[in-house]
């Protein structure tokens, strides 16, 4: 099976409360390294910004294995990815920048990016900056700290809305392009 292609079986994540605290909270000034053009700091951004956070994307030409399998909503950030993709216009037309976060290496993502052909930056949270000043939901795999699935909706530097756990990740870019039409420039509550 490839990582493209997420089994049918997978543990379903638990709303477990670690985003309550995240709805109206100020994005920290933190600079971002960039899949594409220079660094980014999510908290000048005019507007609204969808942020998708994911764990990991996958290897082409690797199983990701039982063990990932077995961590509720750790897989599907490439089908999750792809789906960003592929709803990218229907985002940018109701007024939202897209760009997907993870704590893997900008190079790694560069990588991910170009196969995927994404038409939005990944931005690379490496050092973990971002993700420790926000203080969002984590878990260790392999040896490494890695962010669980979750989507903020920034507007003007501050997070109006949280979607968290993300489940099924290969139709929720759809979910959140909904979410938008339906929250015209409307400060919302979180999604559970």
Avoid: K
């Avoid at 870019?173 to 999604?191: C, D, F, K, N, Q």
Wanted: aromatic share 8%; with cysteine.
């Amino acid at each position: 099976m490839s990582p493209s292609e997420p089994p049918f079986d997978l543990p379903i994540p638990i709303d477990d409360g670690a985003c309550d605290h995240l709805v109206g909270a100020t994005v920290p000034a933190i600079t971002l390294v960039a899949t594409t053009g220079p660094p980014v700091d999510l908290s000048l951004l005019p507007g609204r910004t969808v942020i998708y956070a994911y764990p990991r994307t996958g290897q082409p030409d690797r199983a990701p294995g039982v063990e990932w399998d077995a961590i509720p909503g750790a897989r599907g950030c490439t089908p999750e990815a792809c789906a960003f993709r592929d709803h990218h216009a229907e985002l940018v037309g109701r007024g939202a920048e897209v760009f997907g976060l993870s704590t893997q290496t900008s190079e790694y993502q560069r990588e991910v990016a170009l196969r995927l052909n994404l038409p939005y930056a990944l931005l690379s949270d490496a050092d973990l900056a971002l993700t420790r000043a926000l203080d969002l939901p984590t878990f260790t795999f392999g040896g490494a700290t890695l962010v669980r699935r979750l989507t903020l909706i920034v507007s003007d530097g501050q997070i109006e809305h949280v979607f968290y756990p993300v489940f099924p990740p290969d139709t929720h870019a759809a979910h959140v392009v909904g979410w938008l039409e339906s929250h015209p420039g409307e400060a919302s509550r979180r999604t559970c």
